[in-house]
């Protein structure tokens, strides 16, 4: 007969092993959750591409604006090994990048300088409205007038739809962090730094992070505006090309490079996202 220290002993065992079998539930319950989402996402694509394939061939669409999928796979295909094609992706990714980096990071820490000054939150809260509400296309020349019409001008446009963003999403997300915990650090003595350190930052990290998935597409609007209006390269140039010679099937090809793209960049900063997660 095992004694009382040894019958607590196997019940903690037990207990141990009910959770891990638990725990193994569940992970597969949600890696079978998992698999079948992403079949159900290849399912709707595969339909899509089938239907618009389907209509193209039947000429249910007018295959002059909106080409049919295999027109446009052969179309790439063909492009696929051209240096040309790969300078225009890699100056719009280059031009992304930068714009989704330095956005985030601007706009991060604007937001970090007006949570420290109060007054200047005051202050500049109605002009960060107005400025988010203008249409940034407007600006677009002013940014050629002022940066010359190239990179410099492109990442201009497209910093000035992520920072002002990024900054009040960061800002509101300060904001909202629950003030009991700010009062627990001050009654021991804490000072503002110690605040942001121990309680404002990892409360409104998830926020922060979040924030990077949002910018992944607001930086690409920004460039491919910017490219609208001035690039002689880049994705956003062959779109516009391919408008005014009426190569439809050019401008579809470019927004389908800028789909597979986009995704990557978003599928990377999810990924970055569950690494920092996983090691708050």
């Known amino acids: 007969m095992a004694k009382p220290g040894q019958q607590e002993e196997i019940h903690d065992n037990q207990q141990s092993l009910w959770l891990q079998n638990i725990y193994a539930i569940h992970l597969k319950e949600k890696r079978k959750h998992s698999r079948l989402v ?7 694509l595969f339909l899509f591409f089938a239907v618009w394939e389907l209509a193209g061939r039947l000429r249910w669409i007018d295959v002059l604006l909106f080409s049919y999928p295999t027109k446009i796979f052969a179309y790439l295909g063909d492009q696929l090994f051209t240096s040309e094609l790969w300078k225009h992706i890699g100056v719009t990714v280059g031009e992304t990048a930068v714009g989704f980096l330095m956005g985030t990071l601007t706009g991060t820490l604007l937001a970090v300088l007006i949570w420290w000054l109060p007054f200047l939150s005051k202050v500049l809260d109605p002009f960060m409205v107005v400025f988010n509400s203008m249409p940034k296309v407007a600006l677009g020349p002013i940014f050629i007038v002022m940066f010359g019409g190239g990179f410099t001008a492109i990442v201009a446009t497209t910093l000035s739809i992520t920072v002002i963003v990024t900054t009040l999403v960061v800002y509101n997300s300060f904001s909202e962090v629950d003030p009991n915990y700010v009062k627990v650090i ?10 942001f350190r121990s309680v404002i930052l990892p409360a409104s990290f998830p926020a922060i992070v979040s924030t990077l998935k949002v910018n992944v597409g607001m930086a690409w609007v920004g460039v491919i505006v910017g490219e609208f209006l001035v690039a002689k390269s880049g994705l956003g140039y062959l779109i516009m090309y391919g408008f005014q010679v009426f190569n439809f099937t050019l401008v579809l090809s470019s927004l ?5 793209v986009a995704t990557a960049m978003y599928q990377m900063v999810v990924f970055i996202e569950k690494k920092l997660l996983l090691n708050r």
Do not use: D, E, H, P
């Open 256 to 260: 389908f490079i800028i789909a597979i």
């Open 38 to 44: 992403l079949l159900v996402q290849c399912m709707l």
């Open 186 to 195: 001050r009654t021991f003595g804490g000072n503002k730094a110690q605040i």
